[in-house]
């Protein structure tokens, strides 16, 4: 855990006259390392007694001082349980005096001594209502019947954008039964009106619907509230799965566990192990069993990923979710908290490596972090410090998600060998800040990349800086539009990672956006009719349009949109990249298809179809293609433009088939897609 403190002192020097007094201020930044430090013997019981000289502690191999040093001491007895209609003995009840952290305790307070924190923490949008009173019945039994004399709770929960903290650590058993009571029976009218003073106020857009940014986004500033409070804690939390696939963002993965572990939060995922039974024609042939599993798979691996990284436990697939907190409340035992001041206090956001031994006992196994992320700062710095900088937190292991972005990554071929790249990043417009320079609203940003090999070697890089000049009708509806940026390389096919930072220089907030994508080489396809990636948009803009058209580079520009095969007479089609549609607009469908061998086109039929579960919703008329190849690709553009007005608003899979009637072969493709008004 990594806490900053800010000391200000104030002198008034002596004078001849009042006149004269001058005050002065200094202020010393520190930074205080605080560990927790389980001590057992060879024999698995706990070791006591230990003083802070007992203890050697370096950081990356360097001696460190300690200064802060007690011992937590939990004695495991059962928790009266409250009688029934009997007053309740005095407890100790914290209220949240806002809802966006938990109450830190005044200096010299020792509330939390010997205390055991636990936390749990309701995600209400992605648990299903079935589940959440599981969860809820759950929490109830374990507060009823399995707390112990040490434990102190408290409930947080994520609702209608916001993660607040609904009761402060308490051992007020009433309390607590009073908090689940109103998630179990939810007032109507408690959530009329949104509360502006809850943390992640994120709105849940077209940014949070295909992807799991959002839950850990969420998660994040969960264990971000509990950095106040020293002693360890952890956090139960209630999901409904989460599964990571390729429109998510691995960076927020990273940056939620990087907060865990200065917060000194262990996070425990608690699963549902009930599941719906399939239907439909999957049974019988295996894709829903294989799908299903995958899906599983995803969601469990996110969740393992997330747990042992911060120190936690993932349990899962036990239908008695109470269990599951009686083992995170097993896993705190009696601990010391040795804290320091580290010598290197460089705000470089590198990994700190901290090693924590005992001088006299050294076959005592010591359960500590083995290390943390220092802090870092973005503002203050000349041109030539803001450069480094951001090259610096492209490399930094502790990504930087202060911006959302989201990103498509599509592939085409261009010749035997190489594909062409498209790259869409999108951001939403709300979270930039427009400057007003010269009489004219523009807004900076800063964009740098890199694309790696599976070996780890840097393949393409980018560096750009965007400087967007907008009429003031357009600076107007900045906060309902998005800005996109768009970029392309040609890549041998492969694995990649693409790590995307962009930069708003006018506040120096940087959101990182990191993810794998695989070219395939198509010229091995010999089963299915190869094709490309699948393009969903609903804008088609000029290549003059300055929000679209952000290169700087007039001839490298142009060589970009020759190779991209996106433009066409002049008109860019723009990827959705969240794939959310209105009725009120087009949706426009590409891909391409390859005819290797072809020296002239060989027709192609292709149809779209929308599914609503099983249910099949609407397709198109089979779309004849017999012209069109380019000679050098071998590449049968197939273009859609769909009305989709008469579709009821909610969530579709969009799957596009093609057919080769000469060559008795088929291809697929199908994504989920939103339709809103």
């Not at 220092?374 to 202060?402: V, W």
């Not at 790590?499 to 010229?523: C, H, W």
């Amino acid at each position: 855990m990594l806490r900053r403190s800010l000391l200000a002192l104030m002198f008034f020097l002596p004078s001849a006259t009042a006149q004269q007094q001058q005050p002065f201020t200094i202020r010393v930044d520190t930074q205080l390392v605080v560990e927790t430090v389980v001590v057992k013997d060879k024999d698995g019981k706990n070791l006591e007694g230990l003083i802070d000289k007992d203890f050697t502690v370096t950081e990356d191999g360097v001696p460190q001082t300690i200064s802060v040093f007690q011992f937590e001491r939990l004695e495991d007895t059962p928790a009266p349980a409250p009688p029934a209609g009997a007053q309740q003995p005095a407890a100790e009840v914290v209220q949240p005096k806002i809802p966006t952290q938990i109450t830190p305790p005044p200096p010299g307070d020792s509330r939390y001594r010997n205390r055991r924190l636990l936390v749990l923490f309701f995600d209400l949008m992605n648990v299903s209502p079935a589940d959440q009173l599981r969860a809820f019945t759950a929490a109830d039994k374990f507060i009823r019947t399995q707390m112990k004399t040490p434990d102190l709770v408290a409930i947080m929960s994520f609702a209608a954008g916001s993660v607040k903290v609904l009761q402060d650590f308490t051992n007020d058993q009433e309390a607590l039964f009073a908090v689940l009571e109103k998630l179990i029976y939810p007032d109507d009218n408690d959530n009329a009106t949104a509360d502006t003073t809850a943390a992640f106020g994120q709105d849940t857009g077209e940014f949070n619907i295909f992807n799991t940014d959002r839950q850990l986004a969420a998660l994040q500033t969960a264990v971000s509230m509990l950095k106040t409070v020293n002693e360890q804690k952890s956090l139960v939390y209630f999901a409904g799965g989460l599964c990571l696939n390729g429109t998510d963002n691995q960076a927020q993965l990273r940056a939620t566990i990087n907060a865990a572990i200065r917060s000194n939060v262990a996070t425990l995922p608690l699963g549902d192990a009930t599941r719906p039974s399939p239907g439909g024609i999957g049974m019988f042939n295996g894709s829903t069993a294989m799908s299903s599993i995958t899906n599983f798979q995803r969601s469990q691996d996110s969740l393992y990923a997330l747990a042992s990284d911060t120190g936690g436990k993932a349990l899962l697939d036990n239908n008695d979710l109470a269990a599951g907190i009686v083992q995170a409340e097993q896993a705190i035992t009696s601990y010391y908290v040795i804290g320091y001041y580290p010598s290197n206090t460089n705000l470089d956001g590198k990994f700190r490596r901290v090693k924590i031994t005992l001088k006299e006992t050294p076959t005592a196994k010591l359960d500590y972090r083995q290390g943390y992320y220092a802090g870092k700062t973005f503002n203050k710095f000349t041109a030539a410090d803001k450069e480094r900088q951001l090259e610096d937190a492209l490399m930094l292991g502790d990504p930087i998600t202060d911006l959302t972005i989201a990103m498509e990554v599509n592939y085409f071929q261009l010749n035997r060998a190489e594909y062409f790249v498209p790259i869409t990043v999108k951001i939403p417009g709300s979270e930039l800040v427009l400057a007003r320079t010269g009489g004219a609203e523009r807004t900076l940003i800063d964009f740098i990349g890199e694309v790696k090999d599976e070996y780890g070697t840097t393949i393409q890089n980018l560096r750009d800086k965007v400087d967007m000049k907008l009429s003031g009708e357009t600076a107007s509806e900045l906060s309902r539009r998005p800005i996109e940026y768009d970029t392309g390389f040609t890549l041998l096919p492969g694995k990649y990672v693409i790590k995307f930072l962009a930069r708003d220089s006018e506040t120096g907030r940087i959101g990182t956006y990191q993810t794998t994508f695989v070219i395939p080489n198509l010229m091995k396809e010999d089963k299915r009719i190869p094709i490309s990636s699948v393009v969903l948009s609903s804008q088609r803009v000029d290549m003059r349009e300055a929000l679209y058209n952000a290169t700087k580079d007039k001839s490298a520009a142009a060589a970009a949109q020759a190779a991209n095969p996106l433009v066409n007479d002049g008109q860019k089609l723009i990827p959705s990249v969240t794939r959310v549609f209105s009725k009120s607009r087009e949706m426009f469908v590409y891909l391409q298809a390859y005819e290797r061998n072809a020296t002239t086109t060989e027709p192609l039929f292709a149809f779209v179809t929308f599914y609503r579960g099983q249910t099949k919703a609407f397709e198109t008329p089979p779309l004849e293609v017999a012209d069109g190849l380019d000679p050098k690709s071998k590449a049968l553009p197939l273009k859609f433009s769909l009305s989709l007005s008469k579709l009821p608003v909610g969530e579709y899979n969009c799957q596009v088939t093609v057919l080769s009637p000469s060559g008795q072969k088929v291809a697929f493709w199908q994504s989920p897609v939103m339709l809103v008004n």
